[in-house]
């Protein structure tokens, strides 16, 4: 009993410190995140309405302080590596950074190609999530069908978009690809077993094919975990926002349960990006 006072005691104490750090409006919107995960799924209207208004405020707070807020010293920006470059570089851990044509002395871009996706028989016949539209703004998968179907509706130039984890999940060890590699080492080769699927680490395989006027696209999101984009085949255009200006992009906890924070701006609005900084690395991710 006396072990269960004290670890409770601790946790008052721990809770009492992390609340008294946070600014009233970041307790409003956390408050308004554990609500809306915590309760059960079917919400009251008059309490759906009231955390709505109480979350817009708080964006509203946030959008007004970014606004009025100097801009960071430094600029932020993406720094680009030649393989060579990386190569000699210790780990890079505190801005964003692309290597290009890092994947084209491996075998990657051949073993993990569009083709092997769609082997059948094989993986090509497991039944994954996927967009059926991805040019409408959405966050989570709204169609399942087999892999070698979409991968096929894809290529064949349709909206689709692939987005799943499960492929890895269900094949594990053809991450024992990854070991070799340079990054791993870098960065932790314990990360990159093959083992650790699942655990600490996911391998989500996205896929579309880009289309004149509104093109598939992910929306604007967060994830608290590192991100490791390998490019296999084609290319992507991304908007990275500073953290500091986060909270101008008006975050909201994932509505499925998933560990990620996404933005409620509307992504067809340039000007709403605005106070959040500067886009970098053009379109959007």
């Known amino acids: 009993v006396g072990r269960w006072c004290r670890g409770g005691a601790a946790a008052v104490c721990l809770a009492a410190v992390l609340l008294g750090a946070l600014k009233p409006t970041h307790l409003a919107w956390s408050s308004v995140q554990l609500c809306r995960s915590l309760l059960p799924v079917v919400i009251a209207r008059p309490l759906q309405d009231a955390l709505g208004r109480l979350e817009a405020r708080c964006w509203a707070k946030w959008r007004a302080e970014a606004a009025a807020a100097p801009a960071p010293a430094g600029a932020f920006s993406v720094l680009e590596l030649t393989p060579e470059e990386f190569?000699?570089?210790?780990?890079?851990?505190?801005?964003?950074?692309?290597?290009?044509?890092?994947?084209?002395?491996?075998?990657?871009?051949?073993?993990?190609?569009?083709?092997w996706l769609a082997q059948s028989p094989g993986r090509g016949d497991q039944?994954?999530?996927y967009f059926q539209d991805a040019r409408r703004a959405a966050i989570v998968p709204d169609g399942r069908a087999r892999l070698r179907d979409v991968v096929r509706n894809i290529t064949a130039g349709g909206p689709q978009k692939l987005g799943t984890e499960m492929i890895f999940r269900r094949e594990p060890q053809a991450a024992a690809a990854l070991e070799p590699m340079s990054f791993s080492e870098k960065l932790g080769k314990w990360y990159f077993l093959p083992r650790m699927v699942g655990t600490v680490l996911t391998m989500p395989v996205f896929m579309a094919r880009g289309q004149e006027g509104a093109t598939p696209r992910t929306d604007l999101h967060a994830e608290p975990i590192a991100n490791l984009v390998l490019m296999i085949e084609g290319r992507k255009a991304w908007t990275l926002v500073a953290p500091g200006r986060s909270a101008a992009l008006?975050?909201?906890?994932?509505?499925?349960?998933?560990?990620?924070?996404?933005?409620?701006?509307?992504?067809?609005?340039?000007?709403?990006?605005?106070?959040a900084g500067p886009p970098r690395g053009g379109g959007r991710a």
Do not use: C, K, M
Not at 251 to 265: E, I
């Open 127 to 129: 039944v994954v999530d």
């Open 87 to 115: 190569e000699q570089r210790p780990a890079i851990l505190d801005r964003p950074w692309v290597v290009r044509g890092y994947l084209n002395a491996t075998g990657l871009l051949h073993s993990w190609s569009s083709d």
């Open 250 to 275: 008006q975050p909201q906890a994932s509505p499925d349960g998933r560990a990620y924070f996404y933005s409620r701006l509307d992504p067809h609005d340039a000007s709403a990006l605005a106070p």
